[in-house]
C-alpha cells in the first residue's frame, strides 16, 4: 500500500506596492496633503492679522460652500476625462490661486475680494482633484488596501507637520512666503501626477452631463451598504466630528495649555499611523464589519475630553481613537474601490463625500447652537454615546455587516498617457 502526499501549491507572493506608478502617486499626495494642511493654518494666520476673526471666516466658508457644490460635478468630469487629467488640472489652479495670493501679500496688504476670489478657485479645484484622488488608487496599485494603509499614514504625517511648518513659517517670514510655499507643494504635485504614464482605465464615458450625474446616482442608490453608511455618518458629523475639534482645543487648551493639546493632536496622528500600519496586514472577511468594531476604539477621543484627565491618559485615549479612526477609513476606501466599477467610480466617490462632508459641516456650524443648551463636557458626552451608537447602528445594518471582501480587479479599457 502506498501513501500518497497531497502536495499545496506555494501562496503566490504579494504583488509588489512600491512601483514607479504608485511612488509618484504617493509623492503627488504626500505633497498635495501637505498643502491642504497648511491652508487653513494661512488662512487663519495670515487673513485674521488683517480682517480678524470674522475675515477667516468669510474666506474660509467660501472655500467649503464652492468645494461642496462643486464636488458631483467633479466627479462627473473625473469619469469623463480621466482621474489623473482632472487632478493635475485642478493642481493647476491652485498653484494659480495661491500664487496670486503670495503675490498680493509680498505687495503690500491684499484686497478681502481677491482673498475671496482665490478661495472660491481653490475650493472648486480641490472639488475637481478629490473625487479621483479614490479613483486613483486601483490604477496604481494592484492591492488596493495596502496602498490605502500606507496613504492614511500620509495622511496622519501631513495633518501634524503641515500646520506645524505653516506655523513656523508664519513666525519666521512673513504671509507671502507661506503661500508660496503652499502653491509649490500643488505645483509638484501636478509635476509628479503628470509623469504617470500607461494607466489601464475604463473606457471614458460619452454621454452628457446631466445623464452622468443620474448615472452615479442610481450607481450610489443601488448599493445599500454605502448608502447606509452614508446615512449613518451624517449623524457621526452632526454630533461627534463636528463638536470635538473646537471644543477639544479649547477644553485642553484652557486647562493644560496650547502645548499640551499639540502633544494630544500629535497622539492622535501617532495613533494614525498604527492604525493604517494594522490594515496594511489585516485582511478581514468582512471588511466594513472589522472596520465597525475596531471604530468603538474612537469612543475615547470625546470621552476623555469630557473627562478631562491628566494629559497622559488623554494621549492615551486619542491614539487609541487615531488607531480605530484609520482602521476604518482603509476598510471603507477599500470596499468602495473594489465594489464599485472603475467607470463610475468617481462619480460614486463624489457622492459618498458630499455625504460625508455635509454632515461634519453642518455639525461644524451648529457648535454654538448646541452651547446655548449645553456645557461644552455635556455635549462632548453625548458626541461619546454618538459614537457608540454609529458603530452599533454600523453593525446592526445587515448590508453593512455582511458586505465581503473582493479581490481587486484592474480597470480593462483604454490606457492613460
Keep these: 500500500m502506498t501513501a500518497t502526499v497531497e502536495r499545496t501549491a506555494p501562496a503566490a507572493p504579494a504583488p509588489r506596492l512600491w512601483t514607479t506608478t504608485f511612488t509618484l502617486y504617493f509623492g503627488a499626495r504626500v505633497v498635495s496633503l501637505f498643502g491642504d494642511a497648511m491652508m487653513p493654518v494661512a488662512a487663519a494666520l495670515a487673513v485674521g492679522r488683517i480682517y480678524g476673526i470674522s475675515g477667516v471666516g468669510y474666506v474660509m466658508a467660501v472655500w467649503t460652500g464652492s468645494f461642496v457644490l462643486f464636488l458631483l460635478a467633479g466627479g462627473v468630469l473625473a469619469d469623463k476625462v480621466g482621474a489623473r487629467t482632472m487632478m493635475v488640472a485642478a493642481d493647476a489652479v491652485r498653484v494659480l490661486a495661491?500664487?496670486?495670493?503670495?503675490?498680493?501679500?509680498?505687495?503690500?496688504?491684499?484686497?478681502?475680494?481677491?482673498?475671496?476670489?482665490?478661495?472660491?478657485?481653490?475650493?472648486?479645484?480641490?472639488?475637481?482633484?478629490?473625487?479621483?484622488?479614490?479613483?486613483?488608487?486601483?490604477?496604481?496599485?494592484?492591492?488596493?488596501?495596502?496602498?490605502?494603509?500606507?496613504?492614511?499614514?500620509?495622511?496622519?504625517?501631513?495633518?501634524?507637520?503641515?500646520?506645524?511648518?505653516?506655523?513656523?513659517?508664519?513666525?519666521?517670514?512673513?504671509?507671502?512666503?507661506?503661500?508660496?510655499?503652499?502653491?509649490?507643494?500643488?505645483?509638484?504635485?501636478?509635476?509628479?501626477?503628470?509623469?504617470?504614464?500607461?494607466?489601464?482605465?475604463?473606457?471614458?464615458?460619452?454621454?452628457?452631463?446631466?445623464?452622468?450625474?443620474?448615472?452615479?446616482?442610481?450607481?450610489?442608490?443601488?448599493?445599500?451598504?454605502?448608502?447606509?453608511?452614508?446615512?449613518?455618518?451624517?449623524?457621526?458629523?452632526?454630533?461627534?466630528?463636528?463638536?470635538?475639534?473646537?471644543?477639544?482645543?479649547?477644553?485642553?487648551?484652557?486647562?493644560?495649555?496650547?502645548?499640551?493639546?499639540?502633544?494630544?493632536?500629535?497622539?492622535?496622528?501617532?495613533?494614525?499611523?498604527?492604525?493604517?500600519?494594522?490594515?496594511?496586514?489585516?485582511?478581514?472577511?468582512?471588511?466594513?464589519?472589522?472596520?465597525?468594531?475596531?471604530?468603538?476604539?474612537?469612543?475615547?477621543?470625546?470621552?476623555?475630553?469630557?473627562?478631562?484627565?491628566?494629559?497622559?491618559?488623554?494621549?492615551?485615549?486619542?491614539?487609541?481613537?487615531?488607531?480605530?479612526?484609520?482602521?476604518?477609513?482603509?476598510?471603507?476606501?477599500?470596499?468602495?474601490?473594489?465594489?464599485?466599477?472603475y467607470a463610475v467610480l468617481n462619480r460614486v466617490t463624489a457622492y459618498e463625500m458630499a455625504g460625508s462632508v455635509a454632515g461634519i459641516a453642518a455639525g461644524q456650524a451648529l457648535v454654538g447652537a448646541y452651547l446655548l443648551i449645553l456645557a461644552p463636557r455635556d455635549l462632548l458626552l453625548v458626541s461619546t454615546a454618538t459614537t457608540v451608537a454609529v458603530c452599533l447602528a454600523l453593525l446592526l445594518t445587515r448590508p453593512v455587516r455582511s458586505l465581503r471582501a473582493v479581490p481587486a480587479k484592474t480597470p480593462a479599457g483604454d490606457v492613460q498617457v
Excluded at 454630533?239 to 493632536?265: C, K, T
Excluded at 464589519?289 to 485615549?317: D, E, K, N, Y
Aim: charged share 10%; proline share 7%; aromatic share 10%.
Design 98 to 341: 495661491q500664487g496670486a495670493v503670495a503675490v498680493a501679500f509680498f505687495l503690500g496688504t491684499p484686497p478681502m475680494w481677491l482673498l475671496l476670489a482665490t478661495s472660491l478657485l481653490a475650493g472648486i479645484a480641490t472639488a475637481m482633484f478629490q473625487p479621483g484622488v479614490n479613483g486613483m488608487v486601483p490604477l496604481v496599485a494592484s492591492d488596493p488596501q495596502r496602498a490605502n494603509g500606507v496613504l492614511k499614514i500620509a495622511d496622519a504625517g501631513a495633518q501634524v507637520a503641515g500646520p506645524a511648518l505653516a506655523g513656523m513659517l508664519m513666525v519666521l517670514t512673513s504671509a507671502g512666503v507661506v503661500y508660496t510655499v503652499d502653491a509649490a507643494t500643488f505645483l509638484l504635485s501636478g509635476l509628479l501626477l503628470a509623469l504617470i504614464r500607461g494607466l489601464p482605465a475604463a473606457a471614458r464615458v460619452k454621454s452628457a452631463f446631466l445623464p452622468d450625474l443620474r448615472e452615479g446616482w442610481r450607481e450610489f442608490r443601488a448599493r445599500s451598504w454605502m448608502w447606509s453608511v452614508i446615512i449613518i455618518w451624517v449623524f457621526f458629523g452632526l454630533f461627534v466630528f463636528g463638536p470635538s475639534v473646537p471644543l477639544g482645543s479649547r477644553l485642553v487648551g484652557e486647562r493644560l495649555g496650547d502645548a499640551a493639546y499639540g502633544w494630544v493632536m500629535a497622539s492622535l496622528g501617532l495613533g494614525t499611523v498604527v492604525g493604517g500600519l494594522t490594515a496594511m496586514l489585516l485582511r478581514p472577511a468582512r471588511p466594513l464589519a472589522a472596520g465597525g468594531i475596531a471604530l468603538f476604539g474612537f469612543t475615547f477621543v470625546p470621552l476623555t475630553l469630557a473627562l478631562q484627565p491628566a494629559l497622559p491618559l488623554l494621549m492615551a485615549g486619542h491614539l487609541v481613537g487615531g488607531c480605530a479612526w484609520a482602521f476604518w477609513s482603509v476598510m471603507w476606501a477599500t470596499s468602495v474601490q473594489t465594489q464599485v466599477p
